[in-house]
């Protein structure tokens, strides 16, 4: 992030951005908060016809889209400009058909958080993992998705001083 972007990278922007963003707003998938500290957001798929699958139910890829760059976005405010913030790895395990519109909550913790700043402390990279529940209207879990990320500090704000931007 450039320091340009990162005074303009707050919550209602990034909600507003992603809520016009194509594959968001096609998909159904909609940022229903944000909160000032980038720990918690609130999102909806809409079921639409145009998401239903055979079944008549939520597109599964749509459920994994409603995930897909939220966490990291949610690090990328918090942590700002001094670091690379990527998702790593995803999986999906669908527990039953979502008949109508789904929601998913996203939960920062101080705890995360210091492991985080922790292991990134001195140039090494993280790894954080996080689950998120995908529930229907009535509360009930419709998937679990479990993310894993990339979070390292850029080469100029590293105390070793190493200069590799590898991601791996």
Do not use: C
């Amino acid at each position: 992030m450039s320091s340009l972007f990162s005074r303009v990278y707050k919550p209602g922007f990034v909600r507003f951005a992603l809520n016009s963003w194509p594959p968001f707003w096609g998909s159904g998938i909609k940022i229903l908060s944000i909160s000032a500290d980038f720990r918690q957001v609130k999102v909806r798929l809409k079921l639409r016809w145009w998401n239903k699958n055979a079944n008549r139910t939520q597109y599964g890829g749509s459920i994994f889209s409603l995930t897909d760059p939220v966490y990291a976005l949610m690090l990328m405010g918090i942590l700002g400009e001094e670091y690379y913030v990527w998702d790593k790895e995803a999986s999906i395990n669908f527990i039953k058909p979502g008949k109508g519109d789904l929601f998913a909550d996203f939960e920062l913790h101080s705890a995360q958080l210091d492991q985080i700043y922790q292991e990134t402390h001195g140039g090494d990279k993280s790894f954080p993992e996080f689950v998120v529940h995908v529930k229907d209207q009535q509360g009930t879990v419709v998937a679990e998705v479990e993310r894993k990320l990339y979070v390292r500090k850029k080469p100029k704000y590293r105390e070793d001083g190493e200069v590799s931007e590898s991601r791996a």
